[in-house]
């Protein structure tokens, strides 16, 4: 061996055969590709309508029929965003920009023979991001979003702003002519009115707000696993966290359906952390979420919380709905494996989501239905789970479908692993997970199913007063229906940040859209036509009030859900409770018998009847706005509903 200057030896690479030239692990191929551009290039492949296609002129073996069609699409997208005050702009093109730059699909745009009035608006590119899959979502939300970070099982943690909740206070109405007739107004009604010129000027706020972004996303999705009655929207918003939501709670189109979806019945202008103008009528904070039923169409300023759409649309079904003798129902659903449908009334927090989520039973849905005279269907294509406190105990089903794909809202997780911290409410306690329906295992799709059998209504009852369960006689279900009673619990609403007796008629006021006994009357004639039973169950306080006793255990309240659909709770012995004169059983399996009657679980007996009293009042009290109205075409049901509250 041959030494050098520095005393190390030369190495010398052997000539050898031809087979052994080489030296190294890797049997495979070596790329083709010449230049970095081109491997990458290599990486995705062209897939469906959701991806634009790159160039028109050269749009190789494309069909021209399929550049016609995409260029109708974004001309479509093009005038739900065009200004309503401006001649001009904006340009809007298909694609992330940091992606495609060069090669965009564009809409054609009107020709402006030199414009004296052009302004720089009509001069700019809006790039728009349509139905993008979630894997792309996570991208957009990950590259330009704080606060948005993939937590250990894969779901993506996102904040929604300074709105942990829903603002009602803050949501508006356009009452016109026809809506001044049909809808529920004054006390009592969630619709506060506005008028079509200030909705225009909300609207023009937030079209301008989103087209001075370089990028918007835009979902064409669907309402109402109902093929007869399905609604298509359209949600325009600022935010892939707003985009990756509603891909979740929307019904989402296969690429066959997307390509025919044609103009949308309903769209909504999502401007997020934009606010409104206080200086514009109407308004009375920097957020404001307007409807406009005639135009068909709702606009979000100042608020980023993603629930503002579900529930936005929701609303629009408890009008669009009832028009066509369909009930629309604030319910979670499911059905048994000898197909018996079970519906769960309640207000935010009852239990709604969690006890519909039932492994051994089909979920049709966690929130929001429709019950026709074909059955019951689902309105939406996702759930929107409570997570505070979650465990992966109590609910298995829930824990498993927060993995890829999943938005998790405002929740905490720790630094370095991203695992979630459910029992943190450092952000709020309104953290939420929203996630495809298909991500719990046996749900039901398509998600509908046969008219209930059994209608629950669910009531987390602070005072601790109302008995665990109780049967309820038609009259008795109406009566509960309209008062709608819960203790809110804190958080979903902006600024309630402890549980408080709460009336919500329908078990959703916020939503409603016609005066409550509209949807009364219909709940009333579907359940004696098809020979349902009503239940209350209280999902709330036992041996005290809040404060004193304790929240009754999931585990038993699934045993007496359990009760119910197997028909074994009808069977059991009753005796009747003071005061609200309800049914309860005096035993039941797996439960304790001595909590059946909430006057054995107090200590002290003369509080226990002192606050039941307290509570009767409260019902009676919110009821005496109700006590005019006629209920359904029977004069004997309206009575029998006013006899069938507290008596004392
Ligand atoms: N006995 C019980 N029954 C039902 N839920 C309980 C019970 N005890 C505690 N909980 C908890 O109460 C919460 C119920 O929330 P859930 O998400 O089911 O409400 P929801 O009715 O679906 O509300 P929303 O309409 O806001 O989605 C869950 O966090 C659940 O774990
Ligand atoms: O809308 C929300 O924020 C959550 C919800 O389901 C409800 O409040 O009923
Ligand atoms: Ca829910
Ligand atoms: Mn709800």
Redesign the pocket.
Known sequence: MASHGNGLAKIETQKMKEDKIICHDDSAVPVTAQTEDELHSLQKKKSGPNTPIKDIQSAFGIPTTEVERQKQQLQSISASLASLTRETGPKVVKGDPRVETPKLVQASQPKHTAAPNITDSALKFTHILYNLSPAELYEQAIQNEKGSFITSSGALATLSGAKTGRSPRDKRVVKDETTANELWWGKGSPNIEMDEQTFLINRERAVDYLCSLEKVFVNDQFLNWDPNNRIKVRIVSARAYHSLFMHNMCIRPTPEELENFGTPDFTIYNAGKFPCNRYTHYMTSSTSIDINLARREMVILGTQYA?EMKKGLFSLMHYLMPKRQILSL?S?CNMGKEGDVAL?F????????????DHNRYLIG??EHCWSDHGVSNIEGGC????????RE??PDIWNAIKFGTVLENVVFEERTRQVDYADKSVTE?T?AAYPIEYIPNAKIPCVGPHPKNVIL?A?DAFGVLPPVSKLNLAQTMYHFISGYTAL?AG?EDGIKEPTATFSACFGAAFIMLHPTKYAAMLAEKMQKHGATGWL?N??WSGGSYGSGG????????KIIDAIHSGELLEANYTKTEVFGLEIPTELEGVPSQILDPANTWPDKNAYKETLMKLGGLFRKNFEVFANYKIGADNNLTEEILAAGPNF
Do not use: M, P, Q
């Open positions: 629930g604030h979670g769960f309640g207000l935010s927090g009852t239990g709604k989501t969690t006890l519909s989520t966690d929130d929107y789970a409570k997570c505070i406190d979650l465990s109590k609910e309104n939420r669910l987390c619990v979903t169950v999902t709330g929240r009754i255990k999931l585990a038993y309240t699934r």
